[in-house]
């Protein structure tokens, strides 16, 4: 969900349009979330401050890769999170995953 909200942050910024609006309305919307609201406060308000960091979302994500293979399953999304959380220099690894958003989009523009 980080690095989907962080796709659409990018867009919106590409296209000069407001990231606090966006989420406005994203919460009047089927799409809404709590985790949307809180990712997207954080980016505006650049707090990145560790709660579930980087390193145990790819832990996390290796384990349900793994036991997804063994029950004859082809997970993709798993291994593509993981390919871009693995190449992270292992400081950024004890980053909050809120993270994610600022590497897809960029600095928060207010």
């Known amino acids: 969900m980080a ?5 659409a942050v990018a867009l919106l910024r590409a296209r000069g349009l407001a990231v606090d609006s966006f989420l406005d309305a994203l919460d009047g919307s089927g ?3 709590p985790l949307y609201r809180r990712l997207g406060q954080r980016y505006l308000d650049g707090d990145h401050a560790p709660r579930f960091s980087l390193g145990n979302l ?3 994500l290796r384990w349900e890769w793994e036991h997804a293979e063994r029950s004859g399953l082809k997970p993709h999304l798993a291994p593509a999170l993981c390919q871009l959380l693995e190449s992270l220099p292992q400081a950024d690894k004890l980053r909050d995953y809120s993270w994610l958003i600022t590497q897809l989009a960029g600095p928060a523009a207010c």
């Open 31 to 33: 799409l809404a979330s």
């Open 58 to 60: 790819e832990k996390d």
């Open 3 to 7: 690095g989907g909200l962080g796709e």
